[in-house]
């Protein structure tokens, strides 16, 4: 049965069908005779198919973000890399040159990467102008979250959600859950958003007998309570339903994978394009100017809270209290040569052998002093959240604002709240656009790198 107004049946068919069509048709093109064409629909369509789902590459909705797509196209194009030439790899008697399959890769798509994204903003536009594709909702409930998603709806016409009505549970115009229901099936109704605190027990269960018997949608607001601000994972035990506090995207092994890929890969363009050269000329500048070593090494603690070393140039002259102070603006401590590369951040170059080891990754939560990460931990909520996985040489709390010195707890609070939206949110397009950004606070100089 198809699903009316939210996202159309055909609509998802169809672009399997599209995506099938560049795929065959310019293999056909880039490949011709004695390719066996036949043998390569069969397995790239079936390879195709059993990877979309699996990645959910068209599992695209209205409230998708724009991020999230170009980060499916990014993971679905490097599978679809890997299984094209692994067709080739099998067939190799036919010594097909990689530039030509590279050619036809990039080809491919480009054409559904065209499509994918022309979908998506034409659908926009169609919600917009034409006011089609319209999703018709109610909102039980009012309090403050209630208020925000009632702005949201109406702020945000793009969406395809239009709202019919905003239902007072409890307060002085106080409207009864059977009220509510009747109002639903009157106005045929799509999606019904109810506030977690707003509604009883016994009234929760009328309203998800109520929806389940009607085929309508029903989604929470979360209250005040912690645990509904998680992104929580859902899973069965059997036939047994268990709730998970949050999913770690970088739990799953291809994600991983593509993770691990990327911190190598980048890890040595910089070792061996930029720090095979520039350690000796840092290094002597360094030496010239105070004696000690050119690396500054200390313990910080990683993934799983364990300790390792983390890698610097030195920025300081050698002193005691190094492993138990951290830096502040005009710190005598601070060589001349070392206020240069902290204000460039080269002194945190090193820190990709760091990666390179496992130590580290590109992009993550920054890892704090060991006598600073056990006070935190006592002091700070959720500050141990970060450990779950690798630190970063830099990471989005540190293109946000906060990075370099932590002058109050409501720095750290902050540093901990990006720190675990990005755990919780990673992908490789995030990854990649950190990194972008880091780049661009470092050229242009940031207050705080002292």
Partial sequence: MFKSGRYSGFLRPISYGIDLFFIHFFAFEFFGEPFPYFNYVVYLTIAWLLLSLRSGFYEIYRFTHLAKIISLLGKQGVVFLLVVFSFFGFYNELNTSASIIFKYILLVWLCITVVKLGIYFLL?????????????????????????????????PVYGYKLYRTFDLKGTNKVSIEDCMD????????????????IGNKDLIKLIDFVDNNLKILKF????????SKKLDFTY???????????????????????????????????????????????LLIKLESKGPVFFKQKRNGLDYKEFFCYKFRSMKPNPMAHL????????????????????????????????????????????????THMY????????????????????????????????????????????FYLENWSLFLDIKIVFQTIFNALRGEDKAY
Wanted: proline share 5%.
């Fill in 221 to 228: 607001l979360p209250d005040n309570k912690e645990i509904y």
């Fill in 377 to 420: 931990a006592e002091r700070i909520d959720k500050f141990m959240v970060r450990h779950f996985i690798k630190p970063g040489i830099t990471g989005l709390a540190q293109v946000s604002g906060y990075r370099g010195e932590v002058e109050d707890d409501n720095h750290i609070i902050n540093r901990v709240k990006y720190d675990i």
């Fill in 237 to 283: 035990y059997g036939v047994l339903p268990i709730l998970s506090m949050r999913k770690i995207p970088m739990d799953e092994p291809f994600n991983k994978f593509l993770k691990r890929s990327f911190d190598i890969v980048l890890s040595l363009v910089i070792i061996v394009g930029l720090l095979s050269w520039l350690t000796p000329l840092l290094g």
């Fill in 124 to 156: 926009k536009k169609y919600r917009l102008y034409l006011g089609g594709n319209v999703r018709k909702v109610v909102i039980l409930g009012l309090n403050q979250k209630t208020d925000q998603l009632r702005k949201f709806f109406t702020n945000n």
């Fill in 183 to 198: 109002y639903i099936i009157k106005e045929e109704i799509d999606e019904v958003y109810s506030s977690v605190a707003e």
């Fill in 325 to 372: 102070h951290q830096i502040s603006k005009g710190d005598i401590r601070v060589t001349r040569v070392g206020r240069i590369i902290r204000k460039t951040s080269i002194d945190e170059l090193p820190q990709f052998i760091n990666v390179l080891k496992g130590d580290m990754s590109v992009v993550g939560p920054r890892p704090h002093m060991v006598s600073h």
